[in-house]
């Protein structure tokens, strides 16, 4: 079978199971697995396809029948331009976090500064973050081993693993240094809530990774009280939160000290970000 037709194969497969980007996700996962660009598929759209490339196909497209995520499959995700790697201990980089980054690296651009991950997962925001601050060290900081692996091993890829350091920490444990910048996506969904999210997130991302508690907050006040302690005066704290959540953080903010700067949000006019200053002590 050529490249066209086996595509369009799996792709019909794929709608039948409600699969929105059927034809986008059947195209990723074939041109990982024979590990070409995805323009490669279309120009060579008559090249007949090996048994075993086939055979690896077909199971794929059965994990994604059952809605696993496309990047849980392939084992990355591009973020920042960069391909990630990720697993199913940490979240699935998604594209709303690059808010984040745009902001910070303008603020810093071109000084060194010493910066805080807290929740790092797959480590993407810090080493995002790295990338541009080319002068700068970084700290990131997860409960789960298993994220931090990965973490490591996508510093490794990069070349970023002598400015950073990932470390297995509660981070009402951790009391190491000082920061100019504080970099934090928490989980913030209410505990009631996680239900109605969509089948590829509640069956395979890490539920410690996405359930803020009863009102979505738990961890999100454990950042700040914690980020008022090691940020610097003036330094920076950058927070991703939830739908509806802002008013409620931006209290918690101003109650520990923090001056807000500036909110970023998302393609549905939804605060996501919240970039703040440390003006005061408590």
Not at 123 to 131: D, M, T, W
Not at 244 to 260: A, C, H
Request: with cysteine.
């Amino acid at each position: 079978m050529n490249l066209e037709n086996i595509i369009k194969k799996k792709s019909k497969i794929l709608k039948s199971h409600n699969i929105d980007t059927y034809a986008l996700d059947a195209e990723i996962i074939l041109s990982n697995i024979m590990k070409v660009k995805k323009e490669f598929l279309i120009t060579n759209s008559e090249k007949i396809i090996p048994r075993e490339i086939i055979q690896k196909y077909d199971i794929a497209i059965k994990r994604r029948a059952k809605n696993e995520p496309v990047a849980y499959i392939i084992g990355k995700k591009e973020f920042w331009s960069e391909d990630f790697l990720v697993n199913y201990a940490t979240l699935v980089p998604r594209p709303e976090t690059e808010l984040l980054i745009y902001k910070v690296i303008n603020f810093f651009k071109n000084k060194q500064i010493n910066i805080l991950d807290i929740g790092t997962g797959s480590g993407c925001i810090l080493l995002s973050v790295l990338k541009e601050l080319k002068f700068s060290r970084g700290v990131g900081i997860d409960i789960s081993p298993k994220s931090i692996q990965i973490a490591r091993l996508n510093s490794k890829n990069f070349n970023l693993h002598h400015r950073s350091i990932f470390k297995v920490m509660d981070i009402k444990e951790f009391n190491i240094g000082k920061y100019d910048l504080i970099v934090s996506n928490p989980p913030y969904i209410p505990s009631k809530d996680i239900k109605k999210l969509s089948k590829d997130i509640i069956n395979y991302e890490p539920r410690v990774a996405l359930d803020g508690g009863v009102d979505g907050l738990d961890l999100i006040k454990k950042v700040i009280y914690k980020s008022s302690k090691l940020l610097k005066r003036n330094g920076l704290f950058s927070l991703e939160i939830g739908y509806r959540q802002y008013q409620k953080v931006s209290i918690l903010l101003r109650q520990q000290g923090f001056r807000e700067m500036s909110k970023e949000y998302d393609c549905n006019r939804n605060v996501r970000c919240i970039i703040s200053t440390k003006v005061g002590f408590i």
